[in-house]
């Protein structure tokens, strides 16, 4: 499965982002869901790929099984710290299992003191792109950050780090999640500005709990708008339920209205949780914009 030939055949393409489970445990829980999620009927599934290697062989088997459940899968890679040749490894062993989709992201630099860089390791992510696309017949996807990286220098220079990117053999953008549609859509008019002309699909990430949501802010500079904030204030933060509704409702607004001005697909950070996803996609379906 190619991403490309999706968003090249019909609007929108729903995909789903998963990461690897750690325990036995975990695993239970994510087999079943996968085949929760998978009854939304999504147009593919992604698995991530831990910093530095960190969940090489957790990520290789979480691929091994949504393909064994005949899912449309594409595999991240997260190349920073390894060296060409491990790179290499883990693409055979996805080429193996007939992933025809990689996306590829450079990673958090780990913090572990153990860790250790590849002196051969690339630094950019826009230098691995020209590397597999030089070595692999894949379709490359690549990572936009609507707010500019947390490491950028300025959202212009991103731009041209992403113009890199896809100059280099990018075919698809998928972004980091945002929570005021405004920051996509300036985004999109300057990428296109900059002559960035393929896909740039909106990642959403509904609210969970209040806790994650301010955690990955922070980590990933993502601003939780006043709008939000005060939807927050107003929930008895307590109340798990009552957050996830609030989480959903939010989300399935913004995707509403993303859908309503054309964009190519839709991405859910799912964060291995059935219930928020399945029932945005319902709502959305059910509306007749899926």
Known sequence: MRVTELYGKKKPVVSLEFFPPRNEK?????????????????????????????????????VKLLVSKQQPTAAYI??????????????????????ETIYVIRGDIPKEATFSKHP??????????????KNFDFTLG??????????????????????QKVDNGAEYVVTQYFFDNDFYYSYVDKC????????????????????????????????????????????????KDAVLNLGIDYATDQCRDLLDQGVDGLHFYTMDRSRSTSEIIGRLRGEGLL
């Open 26 to 62: 975990a695993t239970e829980e994510f087999d079943k869901t996968v085949d929760r999620l998978a009854e939304s009927k999504p147009d593919y599934m992604t698995m991530t790929f831990g910093a530095g290697g960190s969940t090489r062989d957790g990520s290789y088997q979480g």
């Open 192 to 239: 296109r500005a900059s002559g960035i002309h393929v896909p740039i699909v909106p990642g959403i990430m509904p609210v969970y709990t209040v806790k994650l949501i301010l955690s990955l802010c922070k980590i990933c500079g993502s601003t939780l708008t006043s709008d939000l904030q005060k939807k927050l204030d107003a929930v008895n933060q307590e109340d």
């Open 78 to 99: 997260a190349g920073y710290g390894l060296a060409p040749q491990e790179i290499s490894e883990v693409l055979n062993g996805y080429k193996d299992l007939g992933i």
């Open 120 to 133: 051969k390791s690339f630094s950019y992510a826009s230098d691995m792109i020209a590397y597999i696309k």
């Open 142 to 163: 690549c990572a936009g950050y609507p707010e500019g990286h947390i490491e950028a220098q300025s959202l212009e220079k991103d731009i041209e780090h992403l113009k």
